[in-house]
């Protein structure tokens, strides 16, 4: 009993004094870097309004400012609508030009006019190590800058598009904001949260490379250069989807494929415990749980893929078959698009046997273009099994801002990996 009451009086001192160290390294951070750091409002043109703060921070002597895209898509896709200000330490306000993006890391350079060279943020060479202590700063909810202490984890691995795991508190109105390592270089910036101190962060280099390829040359205009990234993005998940590693999986009496990659996770769901079902039905779905804003209203970038195995032998084959079409009508694209940003879906309908010859399918194929990004496409596929009078197996994937040829390729290799058993 007397060495725990002693070792409860060295520890908790001890952790007192690393709390207050981490807390005072935090306030000195903050005091040094706050003439760099900026709140980055969308101001409604109209109304003189804000409709959208984050944050941002200055990376060069001459007024560049990196941010979040999302803090500034709204000008990005309505810039006759939109304009987008700073607000600095002082309270100062003024304009800023949108100067480039990477849409797919959310990223965004605007550029303030300076007519002196300013202090400003400096990019670390090297990824932070496992543990380390960072500093997440930003403006949170409105109230003003702060810092807050956090501890780097390392990527996230299930995610295609590479994010930091940040165990830190990143709340709304920090977005865009900097997170510096002890040395105030910036090894990230702030992305998004998932509550309950973890918060994702977006990795120094993307922004060493999009700083990069903006001193190279600026875009043209933001749209071609959105509409690059996108397509590049696209066609280098598909190929992985397709390089990839696709098993065959049992789903009842059907034969279903899952893709070997770490980003596409699975879920499963059946009715087995329904004795008075008049169906037996079996779901497997397998997705990305990510996707590229590109405003409020409109994302793309993923991917889904959902199975049903469908059984009977309570009922006719005609109701069984009436109550297996219904499923037609529950077929749907899985990512937020109007009409304003895509075409109506164009669909062709059809009678495909793979060249397995396990399966008869009724397939139908649809797209719609985006509108601003006319080599793009959604395209959703519906396959339903047709030779069996009281079995049904029915599979369906829709993929988000693709091209026709690498959805075609898709197509082909889903199909292809569907059959009875």
Known sequence: MKVLITLLFIVSPLFSLTKLY???????????????LYQIRLIDKASGEKSTIGSGFQITADGL????????SGHAQYPEKYQIQY????????????????????LALVKRAVSAPMSFFSIAEQAPTKGEKLFSLGNPHDLGMIVVPGTYNGLKKESFIDKIHFTGSVNSGMSGGPVVNKTEQVVGVNVATSGNQIGFLVPHDKLAKLFHDYQQAAPETIEQQMAEQLTANQ???VETLLTSKWHKKMLGNGIIPTIDVPFIRCWGESNADKQDALIYSAMANCA??????IDNN???????M??????????????????YQRQIARAAANNKATKDDVTEFACHHDIVMPSSNLINNKSILCTRNYKKFPDLYDVLY?????????QALISHFTIAGVEKAMALAFTKQFMESVSWK
Do not use: C, R, W
């Open 298 to 304: 409109f994302f793309t970038g993923g991917i889904e």
């Open 235 to 237: 066609q280098a998940m």
């Open 306 to 323: 959902q199975f049903q195995y469908m059984e009977t032998n309570k009922i006719s084959d005609l109701k069984f078959y009436h109550l």
């Open 22 to 36: 981490a807390a005072e390294q935090a306030g000195t951070i903050f005091k040094q870097l706050a003439p760099s």
């Open 65 to 72: 400012i990196a941010t979040n895209y999302h803090v500034i």
């Open 288 to 293: 990305m749980d990510e996707d590229t804003f």
């Open 87 to 106: 607000l600095d330490h002082q309270g100062n306000k003024g304009q800023l030009t949108l100067a480039s993006v990477d849409v797919i890391n959310d």
């Open 382 to 390: 519906l396959g339903l099994s047709v030779d069996k009078n009281t």
